[in-house]
């Protein structure tokens, strides 16, 4: 169909075709700050939680120190440990793997 012209623009009114996964500039640019904004928040989260534990790890009086300092074994116990943390983050956006 086409549509009729009038000489006011303000005044046209018509329904553009709806296609998925297109949107205008001005929306993907939010959402795609929102997404980088949403990292850096979960990137803080996760680097608090791991400063936290690790001091936590450090304060405990049977942790020899070879074992404190040992990155397997540190490593072993914040995968341990993490499972907790996942479950505060958007699924879509950070893996139990990637954390």
Known sequence: KLVPT????HSRCFLLP????????EL??????HHYN???????????????KLEEYSKK?????LHL????HIRRRLKRDIKSL??????????EEKL
């Open 6 to 9: 009038t000489k006011n623009v």
């Open 18 to 25: 709806r296609r998925h996964g297109v949107y205008p500039t």
């Open 28 to 33: 993907k640019e939010n959402s795609h700050s």
């Open 38 to 52: 949403n990292q850096d928040k979960q990137r803080q989260k996760v680097e608090a939680y791991v400063f936290s």
């Open 61 to 65: 009086k049977s942790i020899n120190l």
């Open 69 to 72: 300092t040992s990155l397997s």
């Open 86 to 95: 996942h479950g505060q983050f958007d699924s879509n956006t950070v893996s």
